[in-house]
């Protein structure tokens, strides 16, 4: 089993920046795959960015050169740096651990607000 716990949402102005942050606990092992979907109001959810334990790294087109991943596997821990926020990147953002055998567990979710 794996835990994720989720932080920093909440509510930016256009343009702005907010830094996320998910930690992962329990049986943690590499190779791994850790990142963030979101899922706007009456839309499917979909995936922000990825990262592996390895150090790769996938963004969707809509965040690229705006979002940042990043991950300290000494600490299980993933983050996403968001700068230059739009309307549309209003969604709840949900991070994900993905274990070397396919298991998928799934943070609880957190807000983020992008209104003036």
């Known amino acids: 089993q794996v835990q994720l716990v989720e932080s920093g949402g909440g509510l930016v102005q256009p343009g702005g920046s907010l830094r996320l942050s998910c930690a992962a606990s329990?049986?943690?092992?590499?190779?791994?795959?850790m990142g963030w979907y979101r899922q706007a109001p009456g839309k499917q959810r979909e995936l922000v960015a990825a990262s592996s334990s390895g150090g790769s790294t996938d963004y969707a087109d809509s965040v690229k050169g705006r979002f940042t991943i990043s991950r300290d596997n000494a600490k299980n821990t993933v983050y996403l740096q968001m700068n230059s926020l739009k309307f549309e990147d209003t969604a709840v953002y949900y991070c994900?651990?993905?274990?070397?055998?396919?298991?998928?567990?799934w943070g609880q979710g957190t807000q983020v607000t992008v209104s003036s």
């Open positions: 994900y651990h993905r274990t070397r055998r396919g298991d998928l567990y």
């Open positions: 329990g049986s943690i092992f590499s190779p791994n795959g």
